[in-house]
């Protein structure tokens, strides 16, 4: 490859006193879009005609069978995440209360952008922007948990510990993950708090407990792009980043969505869908939703994450999260080339009892790897008890029975679910 022309530089002022400014060049070839390429009155019909909804409540079927898989196949992570939940619940309470709380004084509605910055800095979050709080991204199921009189969303970015990221898919990895949301938890009612005692109410979004997605605000508020992995790319953490976002009535100036290179960078890197083990990211965008996007697989994801120790190696491959995005895009202005790229360095990772996989080789599944129930546990419960009764329609009572039984114990299990957690933490149903 060549060397690139410069086509601008993008400068992120130092997160903290002290800390010098980062400027990112940026190939004038990788300009395309500030933010993400979006259709607005798309985006509006199907929030409006087919609302999101969180993944513990619509894909519950397969957020069960990964429970009892993972006892199976990775025992100490399914310790962990049980250590984990009883952890993170009685924070995941303090942050839902957080929302119902009455502010202590009374507002003077001048600009707080530069106090909120700042003191969500010097209480430990690494990264700060602002956007307005786009209520299309609400699930369905939260809409009426959700405010209604909070527009502007704080958009907090923490960074999971890069050492131990590196070595995903790991017990280790999962930890850092774990360790990253019990900080947001407490961080999040800290500067909750310092809004209550300007007068504004808040109301927190994360860990555990999420509104909908939380990307497409980050992506407004400059703090990165949409990688093809599915993930935010931040110029700081590169797919490192723990998003969280506390919503408020606090009058905020809001920051506007960057051009980072990303969009037209991923296109030329596409190592995260080259090491993918089950092969879930797809290498052409598609428009869903409203959205210009690499649209992932789930049932081809799921089954690895669930055996695997989270896996994650969508984020351990990515060149902007191992080396930093003003390197990256430093290499490739100068060369034209993605660092880190065919190297084992970069690409290399080993899988449980798969094995070690360098650069150019990936583990090999059997169809049945990839079966998993999808959709709503109930359903899928139903849709079993179904199909017992009707392929066995002479079939003895005590069968029936037995059929129904296991319909029974099924139903219960969701009830008894009620309040667990997805994975780690990624998602919960209260």
């Not at 202590?104 to 430990?124: F, H, W």
């Not at 005692?197 to 999420?210: D, E, F, T, V």
Request: hydrophobic letters at 35%.
């Amino acid at each position: 490859m060549a060397k690139r022309k410069l086509g601008k530089v993008v400068v992120k002022k130092g997160r903290k006193p002290g800390e010098s400014d980062l400027h990112i060049p940026i190939a004038a070839d990788l300009l395309k879009v500030d933010g993400i390429p979006i259709r607005d009155n798309e985006v509006s019909y199907y929030s409006r005609e087919f609302p999101l909804e969180s993944f513990s409540v619509l894909e519950s079927a397969s957020a069960v069978w990964a429970d009892g898989e993972r006892q199976k196949h990775s025992p100490e992570i399914s310790d962990l995440y049980s250590e984990y939940q009883s952890k993170i619940s009685p924070w995941v309470e303090k942050i839902v209360d957080m929302g119902i709380r009455k502010p202590e004084a009374s507002p003077n509605s001048e600009d707080l952008t530069s106090q909120v910055r700042e003191k969500a800095l010097s209480i430990g979050y690494d990264e700060v922007g602002f956007a307005k709080f786009d209520r299309r991204y609400i699930y369905q199921s939260r809409k009426s948990q959700v405010r209604t009189d909070l527009g502007n969303a704080i958009c907090l970015a923490i960074e999971q510990d890069y050492e131990r990221t590196q070595g995903m898919p790991s017990i280790e990895a999962e930890e850092a993950q774990g360790e990253a949301y019990i900080k947001q938890a407490k961080l999040s009612l800290s500067l909750s708090e310092y809004l209550l005692s300007l007068g504004y109410s808040a109301q927190i979004s994360g860990p555990a407990w999420h509104f909908g997605p939380l990307i497409p605000m980050f992506v407004q508020s400059g703090m990165g792009q949409l990688g093809v992995n599915g993930q935010l790319l931040s110029p700081y953490f590169g797919s490192r980043a723990r998003l969280q976002i506390i919503i408020t009535d606090a009058p905020l100036t809001l920051d506007k969505p960057v051009d980072y290179g990303v969009y037209k960078f991923c296109e030329t890197c596409q190592i995260c869908f080259m090491r993918c083990p089950g092969k879930a990211i797809q290498a052409q965008r598609v428009w869903f939703r409203g959205v210009e996007k690499h649209k992932l697989i789930a049932k081809r994801c799921r089954p690895v994450m669930t055996r695997f120790s989270g896996c994650g190696i969508c984020m351990k491959v990515c060149p902007i999260q191992k080396y930093g995005m003003k390197d990256v895009m430093e290499h490739y202005v100068e060369t034209g080339d993605v660092l880190g790229k065919g190297s084992d360095d970069l690409e290399s990772y080993s899988l449980g009892n798969k094995g070690y996989f360098p650069t150019g080789k990936l583990p090999s599944f059997n169809k049945e790897f990839f079966e998993m129930p999808e959709g709503r546990e109930n359903n899928a419960a139903l849709s079993a008890l179904e199909e017992t009764l009707s392929d066995n329609k002479d079939m003895p009572s005590d069968y029936k029975a037995e059929a129904w039984k296991t319909f029974e114990d099924r139903i219960k299990k969701i009830r008894e679910r009620k309040g667990a957690m997805v994975d780690m933490g990624m998602d919960i149903d209260i």
